[in-house]
């Protein structure tokens, strides 16, 4: 587009062209005139074929892709003079302009203090878990400090061996009152079981020879007649009150069966420090021995008879270490939980 119109060239050429036809065909027509109206008409289209060559043909124009940039001159004659843009609408002015309303005055800014932060706490402790119950209490002797007194020999102050001790007898406290001692006669015959005082006999737990010595009365002082010798006394003739410990069956309050005394332990002052149980006779067929605190036992009557009595339960038990001769021996206690006894001692006081 730029530079005009292309084709005003060729369309000078055309009418050129068509105005020389015109000549010839009229003249050609004058010609064919004298001829025969049978001839001219085949010799006319002949030449009227052969003048279509005599049109120009056009060369068709390249096609180009390009952008048009307008030349300023084309610019200024394309667009024009700018449109005048519409006058605004002439609004009435009112008849009375209300003042404008004074500016308020700034405000003072207020600045609160800021509140002071609170301090932060200190994370609190990881709260400990408290130990177990305790259920039982133990007490740790050796062997050397206590001797069993079943089938312990007994001897003489001189030494000579006379029998060996067979069980102990308690009265209402539990406190040990006779022994039962087997006397040996001349190669097993003549053995006969008696019954002699406690306080007749010293115990030496740790002694070589027999743990069990028979003591004799202590002379009498001046002016006091001499104690008579114990002597001893049929088992038939054992007060009535007083209860047998080896074989008896020790139960709970609630009368279960926790086990049979199968030894008692003594020390060297003659004190019982513990008993020795089976506990499968119990109903949890526990088959292991036990010793238990001998200040724990008590001697109650049912029925007007006598039986023993301890206030373990079954965890308790099942707690309790085994005893064994060979290891240290652990005595155990059952521990009242401090909650019950608290009960219990305001029972007792609402009871008064």
């Known amino acids: 587009m730029t530079g005009g119109n292309p084709n005003r060239g060729g369309a000078s050429s055309t009418g050129f062209f068509l105005a ?3 000549v010839w065909c009229v003249a050609l027509l004058v010609r064919l005139r004298a001829l025969r109206p049978m001839t001219s008409v085949p010799l006319l289209a002949t030449c009227a074929l052969s003048a279509c060559g005599l049109l120009p043909t056009q060369t068709p124009a390249p096609i180009v892709e390009h952008s048009y940039i307008p030349t300023p001159g084309e610019t200024e004659t394309d667009i024009g003079e700018p449109e005048e843009p519409a006058s605004a609408v002439a609004v009435p002015e009112p008849a009375s302009t209300p003042k404008p309303a004074p500016a308020p005055k700034p405000k003072k800014r207020v600045v609160k203090p800021k509140p002071p932060e609170p301090a932060l706490a200190p994370p609190p402790e990881p709260v400990e878990s408290p130990p177990p119950l305790q259920i039982i209490s133990t007490r740790i002797m050796q062997h050397e400090q206590l001797h069993g007194l ?5 001897q003489r102050p001189g030494g000579k061996v006379v029998g060996r001790a ?28 008696v019954n002699f005082p406690w306080t007749a006999f010293k115990f030496t ?23 008579p010798v114990p002597k001893p ?9 007083f209860l047998q410990l080896v074989d008896s069956t020790v139960a709970q309050k609630n009368g279960t069966r926790i086990g049979r005394v199968v030894d ?4 060297s002052q003659s004190e019982p420090q513990a008993l020795v149980l089976d506990l499968s006779s119990s109903l949890a067929e526990d088959k292991r021995h036990i010793a238990v605190n001998w200040g724990d036992l008590h001697v109650l009557t049912r029925n007007k008879q006598e039986s023993l009595q301890m206030d373990f339960n079954d965890a308790q038990l099942k707690a309790a270490p085994t005893y064994a001769p060979e290891q240290p021996i652990k005595i155990v206690s059952p521990v009242v939980p401090a909650a019950a006894s ?9 009871s008064r």
Do not use: H, W
């Not at 079943?150 to 007994?154: G, I, Q, S, T």
């Not at 006394?233 to 009150?241: D, H």
């Open 264 to 267: 008692v332990l003594v020390d």
């Open 342 to 350: 608290a009960a219990g001692a305001r029972l007792g006081r609402c």
């Open 166 to 193: 067979v069980d102990v007898y308690v009265d209402s406290s539990a406190k040990p009152k006779l022994m039962m001692v087997n006397l040996a006669g001349f190669l097993g015959v003549g053995d006969r079981k």
């Open 233 to 241: 006394q049929p088992v038939n003739e054992a007060p009535g009150n």
């Open 150 to 154: 079943l089938d312990a020999e007994v």
């Open 20 to 22: 020389r036809l015109i």
């Open 205 to 227: 737990p740790n002694s070589k020879t027999a743990p069990i010595t028979f003591v004799p009365p202590a002379p009498p002082a001046k002016g006091k007649p001499a104690d």
